[in-house]
């Protein structure tokens, strides 16, 4: 390499091309010594090297030796001085000053208008006027801060049009409009960006959180799927002898929703680290344009930034207690408090259960009629259940008081005690249904199927196994387990009920035409599926109908 620079030209960077040798000693390409020369024709010609001036220009004459000694040194294949990485490619930014094959550009001038190679750029390190000079990073579009009408620098922004434009434009066609300096313009561009990347770097933080969040979240749905899995065989092992392939297809059903549940999860995660990379990479693509030092350039490439777009990102995380297949193992144990019934109603529970465990339930209520209507399901009433002061009609849907007894068949799960009935129906995951009431009292209510079906306890509120809203003329109580508590609103004939078993959500509402109006909500645990029921007052009469929603 050394020796490749002896015989380079310190213009070009190239092996010398006819060279010349001038009086001080120097030698370069005649050409590129005659264009630096023809370039700075009003100074002194001097020496690129050593600044030695001649007066008057010297006559260039041809070196033969030197020439010679090139000619030889190409057929041996020697390269010039710089390497190849050091030229300008076709995406470089390329030294205006350089003759014959160009060096890439290591800065741009603002005011020069000009873009130069470590060399080139020299002056503007010596030159005490060029020191002033405002450079910046190479840049291809240098002529765009020229205003073409005008032959002036933009410097001012024009916030009435959104452009630049030249101090000519300012006092001419864009005289009276709102303008600023373009370097003003970009610092309050800057400043958006930034509460932009902060809203980013905020939103990339939550979601590492969320992230972490369901991360725990498998680990505890693989604790509690195993704890299950543990107790229903502990159950089962009893019953082995009537039980055993009902409890290998708990197992199954057991490890085939942990699976489900598992990968929901773990396709969250994937979108949520898919949404932080998208984020990190707006965030880099505004740090990269921040940092473009030419005021122009920033806020010609400001607005290719896409507005920053609402976040997809909709569900919340939130860890709950250690029980999403517990319901599995309640609806085991009344299995074998039921033998007889192993393969009817009972059963079913037990699938339920299993498939109703979802991990990602945490969604917010409804907040319109419209919205629980999405979980409207239709009740009917088991006749098996039904007091004899109770008409049963309408498709099972509706229960009327009568004066005489109805002539229903003993059945150990019929009410003796309260004029109450329960829906066929358990209810797991979420529901929502509409009681219409022609009586001056009524309760709905939700219960567990083993209620007492006799005596004080078996009355819908007045125990741990219901939940009741008294429904009157001029008020509204809900009992749970003979605590009451009052509430106040006006009369309506038709209550809306939401359930969310897995959330542990009961609520009551008023409706009225199309829209619901809140009267009490529940926060518990349920441990059982729930039936729906009601309750009328034997001494003032009237019907409740469980209303068709689809």
Not at 143 to 167: G, L, M, S, W
Not at 220 to 232: C, L
Request: proline share 3%.
């Amino acid at each position: 390499m050394a020796q490749q620079e002896k015989f380079s030209c310190s213009i070009c960077l190239d092996l010398l091309r006819d060279p010349v040798t001038i009086s001080c000693g120097h030698s370069y390409c005649m050409n590129c010594i005659k264009n630096f020369w023809d370039e700075g024709e009003k100074k002194l010609p001097s020496c690129p090297q050593c600044r030695r001036t001649f007066i008057p220009r010297p006559e260039l004459l041809k070196s033969t030796m030197l020439a010679d000694l090139m000619e030889d040194m190409k057929k041996t294949g020697l390269q010039a001085a710089p390497a190849d990485h050091c030229y300008a490619g076709p995406e470089d930014v390329a030294c205006d000053f350089c003759s014959g094959r160009k060096l890439k550009a290591v800065k741009s001038c603002l005011v020069c208008l000009a873009s130069y190679c470590q060399k080139h750029l020299q002056h503007h390190h010596d030159v005490v006027p060029l020191k002033k000079h405002m450079l910046v990073t190479p840049s291809k579009n240098l002529q765009d801060n020229i205003c073409p009408r005008h032959a002036e620098v933009r410097k001012i922004f024009c916030r009435t049009d959104q452009k630049c434009i030249c101090y000519l434009c300012s006092v001419d066609e864009h005289k009276g409009h709102d303008t600023v300096s373009a370097a003003a313009e970009r610092t309050e561009r800057q400043r958006e960006m930034e509460v932009s990347r902060r809203q980013i770097q905020q939103e990339i933080q939550e979601r590492e959180e969320d992230v972490k969040l369901l991360q725990q979240e498998v680990e505890a749905i693989n604790q509690s799927a195993d704890k299950t899995v543990e107790d229903s065989e502990e159950i089962f092992t009893e019953l082995i002898s009537l039980l055993q392939k009902r409890s290998s297809e708990v197992k199954q059903q057991i490890r085939s929703q942990q699976e489900t549940e598992v990968r929901r999860v773990g396709e969250l995660e994937e979108k949520l680290q898919q949404e932080i990379s998208d984020l990190k990479r707006r965030d880099a693509e505004m740090k990269q344009l921040r940092d473009i030092e030419d005021h122009n350039q920033f806020l010609h490439n400001y607005p290719s930034l896409s507005p920053l777009s609402e976040s997809t990102h909709s569900t919340s995380i939130s860890i709950r207690p250690l029980r999403y297949f517990q319901d599995v193992a309640a609806a085991v144990s009344e299995v074998r408090g039921q033998l007889q019934d192993i393969l009817g109603d009972t059963w079913t529970n037990v699938s339920l259960a299993v498939t109703e465990v979802d991990v990602l339930l945490s969604q917010p209520e409804p907040d319109s009629r419209a919205g629980f209507l999405k979980y409207s399901c239709e009740i009917t009433l088991d006749p098996n259940t039904v007091h004899t002061r109770l008409l049963l009609s309408e498709e099972n849907r509706k229960v009327t008081w009568m004066d005489q007894r109805q002539s229903y068949s003993d059945h150990p799960d019929r009410f003796t005690g309260y004029s109450q009935v329960l829906s066929r129906e358990s209810l797991t995951g979420r529901h929502y249904w509409e009681v219409k009431m022609k009586a001056d009292i009524v309760d709905v209510a939700v219960s567990y199927k083993n209620i007492s079906r006799s005596g004080r306890e078996s009355e819908f509120g007045c125990n741990d196994k219901s939940w009741s809203l008294d429904c009157s003329s001029d008020r509204y109580v809900f009992t749970y387990n003979s605590i009451k508590t009052s509430i106040s609103g006006p009369r309506t004939s038709r209550i809306g009920v939401y359930l969310d078993h897995r959330a542990g959500v009961l609520s009551f509402y008023r409706v009225s035409g199309t829209m619901t109006f809140l009267l009490h909500r529940v926060q518990t645990s349920f441990t059982q599926p729930l039936h729906a029921g009601v309750w009328i007052n034997d001494v003032f009469g009237g019907s409740a109908e469980f209303c068709k929603l689809k």
